[in-house]
């Protein structure tokens, strides 16, 4: 691998270890524990890790989020079971909404057959895949394209979800904790998510618990604006219980041995 190359390998396995020792990093590419520490010394710059004593972490504060195609794969397993726990809540006639994301794809992969439904999304890959789906209703927000995500974001894709009343709205999220809520390190992100927490009757986090923690430079809301969040069983206890006693519906879907 060519340097650029080896440091987005490090940053994608990072982040789905949270914490990688150095031994570990260097076995796996091949490479002297110098080569691995200078990799890591340029992603420090960059915001992205935090050297720690033997070996790396993501960095808690999110300076940009992984590319679509990025993310896709990591901690898959997840994602679909936090897919199917969601699909489980849709009910055939209501209007629902999927926000751009890669759990959110699993969400529409549960709900594809489901009868006399309306989706709105942001999401391109989303409105693409149900497509095949003829009797889905389906609405795409429009707005500025964000093309590392494959979405629309701004005030144009606001401004849609404004006009509109939700039974579910599905939200994604980077990055969010209890102290600073639901955040983005991307300001076109705020508008739209913020939208939809006017419009929906029952507003849902999907998100695995290694975006727990972290948080970006916007923030969206406090957590209590949602109704439910639907999580990975990595989630701690001790966090599970504070999210419950605010009052959230918390659910922690555990993926299933045939996945």
């Not at 972490?57 to 300076?63: E, Q």
């Not at 590319?67 to 969601?86: F, P, T």
């Not at 975006?211 to 206890?237: E, S, V, W």
Request: with cysteine; proline share 2%.
């Amino acid at each position: 691998m060519i340097p650029a190359e080896r440091r987005d390998y490090i940053y994608r396995y990072v982040h789905e270890r949270n914490i990688v020792p150095i031994n570990e990093l260097a076995r796996e590419l091949g490479v002297s524990h110098m080569t691995v520490r200078r990799d890591i010394q340029w992603l420090e710059t960059e915001g992205k890790v935090v050297s720690v004593s033997g070996g790396v972490k993501l960095n808690d504060a999110v300076k940009q989020e992984l590319a679509y195609s990025e993310k896709a794969g990591i901690r898959h397993h997840n994602k679909v079971a936090i897919g199917q726990a969601a699909a489980a809540m849709v009910e055939d006639g209501q209007v629902i909404y999927l926000d751009a994301g890669t759990t959110t794809f699993e969400v529409a992969k549960g709900i594809a057959r489901k009868a006399n439904l309306t989706v709105v999304t942001n999401d391109f890959t989303i409105i693409n895949y149900l497509m095949q789906y003829p009797q889905l209703t389906l609405f795409h927000t429009g707005g500025l394209v964000d093309t590392r995500n494959r979405s629309c974001v701004g005030q144009a894709a606001a401004s849609l979800l404004q006009s509109l009343n939700l039974d579910l709205a599905f939200i994604s999220s980077s990055s969010w904790e209890l102290e600073r809520g639901m955040s983005t390190p991307a300001e076109n992100k705020v508008m739209v998510k913020q939208a939809l927490l006017q419009v929906a009757r029952r507003r849902i986090l999907v998100s695995d618990s290694s975006k727990y923690g972290k948080y970006g430079m916007f923030r969206i809301c406090p957590l209590q604006a949602l109704t439910d969040i639907i999580c990975d069983a990595g989630l701690a206890d001790e966090t599970a219980e504070q999210l419950r006693s605010l009052g959230l519906q918390l659910t922690l879907a555990k993926p299933s041995d045939t996945q």
